[in-house]
């Protein structure tokens, strides 16, 4: 999946000839993927929907990555025409499950990847449209991308719905979840982009994403075991579901020699972190050369990561140490070591991205108070959303659970959350905070918005077990 | 003495209604809330998973502390409340000015405010009357409402839209308000429990989580309950049928599923949990007596005692599920269908004889070969209990009218902007005549701007003044927010 972010079209290469070349790209894979079908003799299926869905987007994410480097306007035309066809065959791919299950696609993580990559999409289109971000495709595109080639490698099936799941209310608070986190991850790439346009310095950008790779690798480290072992959730192939040692619960198993590779990596992208820190105490620029040469080699030991994690982790026995005898586990089980190592991997190239090509980025962007205005409208998007979501779920657990607010960790975040962008929006409209401290605050939020979503439930036990 | 005590007392308001009391207090709510997520929690978690978890000197420590029921500890409740009267102290200090600025709004601009307003035009007229009565009508149609107002010489514009949202943020901060006092209703009246019953089975005692018991002024009995699945054997559906029985009599009934409670006199029921409790509910026999002639079938539940003929009688005295012999003694090996085994006594009334009669003949205590009829077993149906969560919160209406509130409130913080315009005439330095336009927004000044640009664009266009005339204040002042 990196690989489709990693294309770096040739910045000298006229507007033309890159789109044809994207053109006849699509057109080839499509024409693929046709005479696979006619073979197979379904045509609207969901997986042939959600393969157009992953061709055209990955055409739009390359129209927009080359338009963030030359700022070629026509690419921006043909790119939001592949987001528009993209999010056709996306939308085509949620009503067919629909249809299948009979119930909205609210109930797996898979599920909501698929919603979640719909939202991606519309509100790249609305920022485009709407408030002239055009550059924003080259940051939602590409985690639309991970988010598609996620959905390929969990499970598909479609689950009914265990008893506590069947409810309208439910699919509010899901729908109003997901809105307002993509609100929340457009609040923080505009505040993101402000920070770029706020002439911060790049190196300050260098130490941010080692900080969050060295934080995700902790993480994921924190299911190290002796011998050098990485844990995993167990997998029951047959009942499609994690396994559970008693209520609450789940059964690991340990990938033996994974921890290791691991530990090697989180040294390599470590490393960026510890010459930055020499070069802020030195201020020898050859310590800062060697940081961004540090990077790029992570990159490539966080790529292996990944294959070696996908490879181990797919399928195959492993032994327990809270168990007899040997278990089988799947990628389905790890979706938050996945999706931390893929993230990793999008950040790192995300920087090498700014500082190859800073100066035409900064040429691209609005200006940095049109930025400012942006994320403040966007956070004032997300809030509301966040408020409902939050008294739908209430109203939701209220009727299952006969209590509407139970301190559980999930509920607990979500609040947290919501308080966060309340302290942003009483210190912007009190206080009148604006520009860095602001965009600081915008990029806080997301980054408590991210631990609810995934560290809750990854870390903290609760009853949220179904997200 | 008295002003000691009035002076602190103002000082302590000051400190409540101060923005910086607010923000400490909520990073505290913040720090020590995401304490209660990492800790492990009573009584969520039992005891002895905390006793695993933690070394006892630690969980002593935390239990303490208070930590290990952060949600619950008297001092979170505290925080809460000062949290709460910070809201209410800030929103009390700064209304005054907001209801002035609401109720007396200002409309016809002084010389210092129409020189400092950041957002105006001056365009030269011909007449004010004509020029006025353009801009009047501009006004309106744009959605302002424009009143003229007054002078003794001359009159004035002044147009304005949405002024209410001046008065939103109060409105959030009191569906916060409603939202918390809910909440403190409930943990203060409200109480939570379980009932376990079985079919046919009635109760008015609810068991709350400390083992206690609650008594409840009606009964509810349950009158049947079942699990539907899915085709792969995972559970669809549970379901419980329930009658609330008050003086004898029912007065309500209801077929309760998970997500759709019965609610009676504020007390909810709600389907939490189903299963096996390893008890009979119905066995189907067919017994035939010795000479075997006229066998028939028949059904008996627990204890119960049938008549087979004129003569005798069975009962069913016991039912193990999965049993398991040792010792020449019979023992329930768990409560799932598994290995079941009845112990039936036929008795004869006229010799008075009981005889043992098991299904399977269990070596050692069977008689079967005395028993005047021959068993054989064809079907039994099992008891299953149905688990109901009982909860009362009083407090829950206000908290619903809190967020139904602040959805209202938000909608008009966000989405509603204060817009202001004023036209008046004035002369300028040389004594031309000149139209004063000004106008304002409380937010989204941006998109105001524009529009405000657009109107005074009609104004001219409308008094065939072309564009460039009339001398712009610089308007970039207004973006900002």
């Not at chain 2, 020189?115 to 001056?122: C, D, E, I, N, S």
């Not at chain 2, 109107?455 to 308007?475: C, M, R």
Request: with cysteine; net charge positive.
């Amino acid at each position: 999946m990196a690989h489709v972010a990693r294309v770096e079209p040739q910045p000298a290469a006229t507007g033309t000839t890159l789109v044809v070349m994207v053109g006849l790209g699509v057109a080839f894979l499509l024409f693929m993927a046709f005479l696979n079908v006619v073979k197979s003799g379904h045509l609207l299926n969901e997986s042939n929907l959600l393969y157009a869905t992953l061709i055209f987007y990955s055409g739009a994410a390359t129209l927009y990555l080359a338009f963030g480097i030359t700022g070629l306007p026509a690419y921006v035309r043909y790119a939001s025409l592949a987001t528009w066809a993209g999010l056709l065959a996306n939308t085509g791919a949620i009503a067919h499950r629909w249809y299948e299950a009979g119930h909205p696609p609210f109930s797996s993580i898979y599920e909501m990847l698929l919603m979640f990559v719909w939202t991606l999409a519309v509100l790249t289109l609305i920022a485009e449209k709407k408030f002239g971000v055009k550059v924003i495709g080259t940051v939602t595109m590409p985690v639309a991308i991970v988010g598609v080639v996620l959905m390929q490698l969990l499970r598909t099936e479609v689950h009914p719905l265990v008893p506590a799941l069947q409810s309208t209310w439910l699919h509010v608070h899901v729908t109003l979840a997901m809105l307002a986190y993509a609100a929340c991850a457009l609040s923080f790439a505009l505040a993101m982009m402000f920070l770029i346009q706020d002439k911060m310095k790049t190196e300050t950008f260098l130490a941010a994403t080692s900080l969050f790779t060295v934080a995700t690798y902790l993480g994921v480290l924190t299911r190290f075991e002796k011998w050098g072992g990485l844990s995993v959730i167990a997998w029951n192939p047959e009942e499609k579901s994690e396994v559970f040692l008693s209520r609450g619960v789940r059964l690991f198993v340990v990938i033996p020699d994974l921890g290791w590779l691991l530990v090697l990596v989180l040294a390599a992208v470590a490393a960026p972190l510890v010459l930055y820190l020499i070069w802020r105490k030195t201020q020898d620029d050859g310590f800062l050369t060697m940081a961004n040469r540090a990077v790029f080699l992570s990159i490539l030991l966080q790529v292996l990561a990944l294959v070696f994690f996908v490879w181990r982790a797919r399928s195959g026995l492993y032994g327990s140490l809270d168990a007899e005898g040997l278990f089988p586990t799947n990628l389905s089980a790890s979706p938050f070591i996945l999706s931390g190592i893929v993230g990793g991997i999008f950040v790192s190239l995300l920087y090498l991205l700014l500082l190859w090509r800073r100066e035409d980025l900064e040429r691209m962007l609005p200006s940095a108070d049109e930025l400012d205005r942006i994320t403040y409208k966007t956070i004032a998007i997300a809030f509301p959303l966040l408020t409902l979501m939050i008294a739908a779920g209430a109203y939701w657990a209220n009727r299952t659970w006969g209590s509407y607010w139970s301190w559980d960790p999930k509920e607990t975040w979500a609040a947290i959350t919501w308080l966060v962008y309340a302290g942003y929006l009483h210190m912007r409209i009190t206080r009148g905070w604006r520009g860095r401290r602001a965009a600081y605050f915008a990029i806080l939020g997301f980054a408590v918005v991210m631990f609810t979503f995934f560290g809750v439930t990854y870390l903290l036990p609760g009853l949220h077990a179904y997200a | 003495m008295g002003t000691t005590v009035h002076s602190l007392a103002r000082k302590i308001w000051q400190t409540l209604a101060a923005i910086k009391t607010g923000v400490i207090l909520l990073i505290l709510v913040v720090i020590i809330s995401a304490a209660g997520t990492v800790i492990l929690q009573r009584p969520a978690t039992d005891a002895d998973e905390m006793q695993r978890a933690y070394s006892p000197q630690v969980l002593r420590l935390l239990d303490g502390l208070g930590l290990t029921d952060v949600f619950h500890a008297w001092w979170f409740v505290l925080l809460l409340t000062l949290v709460s009267f910070s809201i209410i102290a800030a929103s009390i200090q700064r209304f005054p000015n907001a209801w002035r600025y609401f109720s007396r709004p200002y409309k016809s601009p002084d010389e210092t405010f129409r020189k400092a307003l950041p957002g105006h035009v001056l365009i030269p007229i011909q007449d004010e009357e004509a020029a006025l009565s353009v801009a009047e009508r501009v006004f309106k149609k744009a959605g302002f409402g424009p009143e003229r107002i007054v002078h003794p010489s001359s009159f004035s514009l002044f147009g304005e839209r949405h002024r209410f949202s001046e008065m939103a943020v109060y409105i959030v901060h009191a569906s916060l308000l409603l939202i918390f006092l809910g909440g403190i209703v409930d943990a203060l009246y409200g109480w939570r429990g379980f009932l376990t019953l079985s079919r046919g089975q009635q109760s008015s005692q609810v068991e709350s989580q400390n083992g206690s018991k609650r008594a409840l002024p009606f009964a509810v009995r349950c009158d049947g309950a079942g699990q539907e699945n899915y085709a792969d054997g995972s559970p669809k559906r549970w379901w419980s049928d329930l009658a609330v029985v008050k003086n004898e009599q029912v007065v309500l009934r209801k077929q309760i599923v998970v997500n759709d409670p019965l609610v009676y006199r504020g007390v909810r029921f709600y389907q939490a949990s189903y299963g096996k409790t390893g008890k009979v509910d119905r066995l189907l026999l067919t017994a035939t007596p010795r000479d075997g002639q006229g066998a028939k079938d028949i059904t008996v539940g627990l204890g119960e005692t049938l008549p087979l003929d004129a003569d005798t009688t069975v009962r069913l005295a016991e039912f193990i599920p999965d049993y398991v012999v040792r010792d020449g003694q019979v023992y329930a090996r768990s409560n799932d269908l598994e290995n079941p085994a009845a112990h039936l006594v036929v008795e004869s009334r006229k010799s008075g004889q009981a005889v043992n009669f098991w299904l399977p003949p269990i070596e050692g205590i069977e008689q079967n070969a005395s028993s005047p009829y021959a068993f054989e077993g064809k079907d039994v149906q099992m008891a299953y209990f149905t688990g109901l969560e009982v909860s009362h919160e009083p407090g829950q209406w206000s908290v619903w009218a809190g967020v139904i509130v602040m959805g209202f409130g938000l909608a008009l913080v966000f989405y509603f902007v204060h817009a202001r315009v004023w036209a008046v005439p004035v002369r300028d330095a040389r004594g031309q005549r000149m139209l004063w336009i000004g106008g304002t927004a409380n937010k989204n000044k941006d998109v105001f701007e524009q529009r405000f640009q657009k109107l005074v664009e009609q104004i001219k266009s409308e008094l065939k003044i072309s564009p460039e005339a009339g001398v712009e204040a610089p308007i970039a002042a207004l973006a900002g927010k």
